[in-house]
Protein backbone atom coordinates (compact mmCIF):
# COMPACT_ATOMS: atom_id res chain seq x y z
CA UNK A 1 0.00 0.00 0.00
CA UNK A 2 2.97 1.84 0.36
CA UNK A 3 4.13 1.80 -2.75
CA UNK A 4 1.10 2.55 -4.49
CA UNK A 5 0.36 5.98 -2.58
CA UNK A 6 4.31 6.90 -3.03
CA UNK A 7 3.40 6.61 -6.62
CA UNK A 8 0.15 8.42 -6.49
CA UNK A 9 2.06 11.13 -4.74
CA UNK A 10 4.62 11.63 -7.50
CA UNK A 11 1.85 11.14 -10.22
CA UNK A 12 -0.31 13.91 -8.41
CA UNK A 13 3.53 16.33 -8.32
CA UNK A 14 3.72 15.31 -11.38
CA UNK A 15 0.71 16.60 -12.80
CA UNK A 16 0.70 19.93 -10.96
CA UNK A 17 4.11 20.07 -12.55
CA UNK A 18 2.81 20.19 -15.98
CA UNK A 19 -0.20 21.82 -15.10
CA UNK A 20 1.85 24.86 -13.92
CA UNK A 21 4.47 24.47 -16.53
CA UNK A 22 1.84 24.84 -19.23
CA UNK A 23 -0.11 27.67 -17.17
CA UNK A 24 3.51 29.55 -17.38
CA UNK A 25 3.83 29.06 -21.29
CA UNK A 26 0.48 29.69 -22.11
CA UNK A 27 1.34 33.22 -19.92
CA UNK A 28 4.74 33.91 -21.85
CA UNK A 29 3.20 33.03 -25.26
CA UNK A 30 0.09 35.59 -24.70
CA UNK A 31 2.68 38.09 -23.46
CA UNK A 32 4.98 37.83 -26.35
CA UNK A 33 1.50 37.82 -28.80
CA UNK A 34 0.75 41.24 -26.98
CA UNK A 35 4.06 42.66 -27.56
CA UNK A 36 4.18 41.73 -30.98
CA UNK A 37 0.75 43.30 -31.20
CA UNK A 38 2.60 46.60 -29.73
CA UNK A 39 5.43 46.46 -31.73
CA UNK A 40 2.91 46.41 -34.83
CA UNK A 41 0.63 48.96 -33.59
CA UNK A 42 3.66 51.17 -32.74
CA UNK A 43 4.80 50.39 -36.71
CA UNK A 44 1.23 51.30 -37.95
CA UNK A 45 1.14 55.64 -37.83
CA UNK A 46 -1.90 57.69 -38.87
CA UNK A 47 -0.83 59.99 -41.98
CA UNK A 48 -4.11 62.38 -41.66
CA UNK A 49 -1.83 65.36 -39.52
CA UNK A 50 0.40 65.18 -42.20
CA UNK A 51 -2.57 65.40 -44.55
CA UNK A 52 -4.34 68.08 -42.73
CA UNK A 53 -1.48 70.13 -42.06
CA UNK A 54 -0.98 70.31 -45.42
CA UNK A 55 -4.32 71.00 -46.40
CA UNK A 56 -4.35 73.66 -44.46
CA UNK A 57 -1.23 75.38 -46.12
CA UNK A 58 -2.50 75.03 -49.50
CA UNK A 59 -5.91 76.57 -47.81
CA UNK A 60 -4.39 79.67 -46.58
CA UNK A 61 -1.56 80.31 -49.43
CA UNK A 62 -4.74 79.73 -51.55
CA UNK A 63 -6.23 82.89 -49.79
CA UNK A 64 -3.06 85.03 -50.06
CA UNK A 65 -3.37 84.51 -53.27
CA UNK A 66 -6.81 85.19 -54.06
CA UNK A 67 -5.99 88.67 -52.19
CA UNK A 68 -3.06 89.20 -54.10
CA UNK A 69 -3.79 88.58 -57.52
CA UNK A 70 -6.75 90.57 -56.31
CA UNK A 71 -4.57 93.69 -55.42
CA UNK A 72 -2.78 93.32 -59.31
CA UNK A 73 -6.27 92.89 -61.35
CA UNK A 74 -5.95 89.02 -61.60
CA UNK A 75 -2.04 88.86 -62.00
CA UNK A 76 0.76 87.04 -59.74
CA UNK A 77 3.31 88.14 -62.31
CA UNK A 78 2.01 91.58 -64.35
CA UNK A 79 1.75 91.35 -68.03
CA UNK A 80 2.96 94.59 -70.36
CA UNK A 81 0.41 96.95 -70.47
CA UNK A 82 0.78 98.08 -67.23
CA UNK A 83 0.46 101.10 -64.68
CA UNK A 84 2.81 101.49 -62.12
CA UNK A 85 3.40 104.06 -59.25
CA UNK A 86 4.54 103.87 -55.60
CA UNK A 87 0.92 102.97 -54.57
CA UNK A 88 -0.44 101.01 -57.66
CA UNK A 89 0.37 98.09 -59.60
CA UNK A 90 -2.33 97.52 -62.34
CA UNK A 91 -2.75 96.16 -65.48
CA UNK A 92 -4.69 97.80 -68.37
CA UNK A 93 -7.43 95.68 -69.04
CA UNK A 94 -8.14 98.11 -72.32
CA UNK A 95 -5.55 99.48 -73.38
CA UNK A 96 -5.78 101.25 -77.31
CA UNK A 97 -8.73 99.29 -77.83
CA UNK A 98 -7.65 95.80 -77.36
CA UNK A 99 -8.62 93.63 -74.71
CA UNK A 100 -5.78 92.91 -72.16
CA UNK A 101 -8.08 91.46 -69.41
CA UNK A 102 -6.81 88.32 -68.35
CA UNK A 103 -9.05 84.80 -68.85
CA UNK A 104 -10.21 82.66 -66.73
CA UNK A 105 -7.83 79.96 -67.52
CA UNK A 106 -4.71 82.83 -66.95
CA UNK A 107 -5.95 83.73 -63.28
CA UNK A 108 -6.24 80.02 -62.42
CA UNK A 109 -2.31 79.83 -63.56
CA UNK A 110 -1.70 82.88 -61.48
CA UNK A 111 -3.28 81.14 -58.63
CA UNK A 112 -1.44 77.92 -59.14
CA UNK A 113 2.15 80.10 -59.77
CA UNK A 114 1.51 82.07 -56.67
CA UNK A 115 1.00 78.96 -54.80
CA UNK A 116 3.93 77.08 -56.38
CA UNK A 117 6.19 79.92 -55.37
CA UNK A 118 4.60 80.53 -51.25
CA UNK A 119 3.44 77.35 -50.15
CA UNK A 120 6.86 76.41 -48.07
CA UNK A 121 6.35 79.35 -46.32
CA UNK A 122 3.31 78.09 -44.61
CA UNK A 123 5.00 74.27 -44.61
CA UNK A 124 8.08 75.43 -42.92
CA UNK A 125 9.80 72.22 -43.97
CA UNK A 126 7.18 70.67 -41.87
CA UNK A 127 9.22 71.04 -38.58
CA UNK A 128 6.09 70.92 -36.83
CA UNK A 129 5.29 67.68 -37.27
CA UNK A 130 9.05 66.63 -36.90
CA UNK A 131 8.72 67.80 -33.22
CA UNK A 132 5.34 65.51 -33.55
CA UNK A 133 8.04 62.47 -34.20
CA UNK A 134 7.22 62.75 -37.96
CA UNK A 135 10.45 62.66 -40.27
CA UNK A 136 9.08 64.25 -43.47
CA UNK A 137 10.99 64.89 -46.64
CA UNK A 138 8.75 66.25 -49.63
CA UNK A 139 9.72 67.28 -53.02
CA UNK A 140 8.64 70.35 -55.55
CA UNK A 141 4.87 71.37 -55.02
CA UNK A 142 2.68 71.84 -58.49
CA UNK A 143 -0.57 73.21 -57.69
CA UNK A 144 -3.65 73.17 -60.19
CA UNK A 145 -6.19 76.15 -59.53
CA UNK A 146 -9.90 75.85 -61.06
CA UNK A 147 -12.65 78.59 -60.74
CA UNK A 148 -15.96 77.65 -59.68
CA UNK A 149 -19.19 79.75 -59.64
CA UNK A 150 -18.76 80.27 -56.03
CA UNK A 151 -15.52 78.62 -55.37
CA UNK A 152 -11.98 77.74 -55.98
CA UNK A 153 -10.22 74.33 -55.53
CA UNK A 154 -7.03 73.73 -55.53
CA UNK A 155 -5.35 70.61 -56.07
CA UNK A 156 -1.68 70.12 -55.41
CA UNK A 157 0.69 67.36 -56.43
CA UNK A 158 3.52 67.34 -53.60
CA UNK A 159 4.84 64.31 -52.76
CA UNK A 160 5.80 63.55 -49.05
CA UNK A 161 8.27 60.71 -48.03
CA UNK A 162 6.65 60.14 -44.23
CA UNK A 163 8.80 58.44 -41.74
CA UNK A 164 8.21 57.07 -38.00
CA UNK A 165 10.07 54.65 -36.85
CA UNK A 166 10.98 51.68 -39.06
CA UNK A 167 7.63 52.63 -41.29
CA UNK A 168 7.71 54.93 -44.55
CA UNK A 169 4.37 56.23 -46.22
CA UNK A 170 4.17 58.18 -49.24
CA UNK A 171 1.24 60.99 -50.13
CA UNK A 172 1.07 62.18 -53.42
CA UNK A 173 -1.85 64.52 -53.60
CA UNK A 174 -3.72 66.97 -51.90
CA UNK A 175 -6.86 69.00 -52.33
CA UNK A 176 -8.50 72.19 -50.77
CA UNK A 177 -11.77 74.15 -51.78
CA UNK A 178 -12.07 77.90 -50.75
CA UNK A 179 -16.01 78.46 -50.61
CA UNK A 180 -17.96 81.93 -51.15
CA UNK A 181 -15.36 83.22 -53.47
CA UNK A 182 -17.34 84.69 -55.79
CA UNK A 183 -14.10 85.01 -58.42
CA UNK A 184 -16.15 84.05 -61.55
CA UNK A 185 -18.93 86.54 -61.18
CA UNK A 186 -15.69 89.34 -60.58
CA UNK A 187 -14.33 88.14 -63.82
CA UNK A 188 -17.44 88.05 -65.79
CA UNK A 189 -18.57 91.34 -64.91
CA UNK A 190 -14.69 92.85 -65.81
CA UNK A 191 -15.31 91.52 -69.25
CA UNK A 192 -18.60 93.18 -69.46
CA UNK A 193 -17.08 96.28 -68.29
CA UNK A 194 -13.84 96.28 -71.04
CA UNK A 195 -16.63 95.50 -73.43
CA UNK A 196 -18.51 98.90 -72.90
Known sequence: MNKKSQITIYILLGLI??????FISY????????SGIEKSAELLFDISPIRMYT???????????LIYIGKQGGYYELKKPYLMDDIFKLPYYLYQY???SPSINTIEQEISKY??????????NFKELEEQGFDVEHNIAKSNAKIAANSVSISLNFPVTIIKGNQIKRIENFNAILYNIHLKNI???SKEIVKL
Not at 27 to 34: D, F, H, I, P, T
Not at 115 to 124: E, S, V, Y
Open 187 to 189: HNL
Open 115 to 124: IDDNLHLCIN
Open 27 to 34: LNNGSVKQ
Open 98 to 100: LDF
Open 17 to 22: LLISFS
Open 55 to 65: ENCIENTGKSA
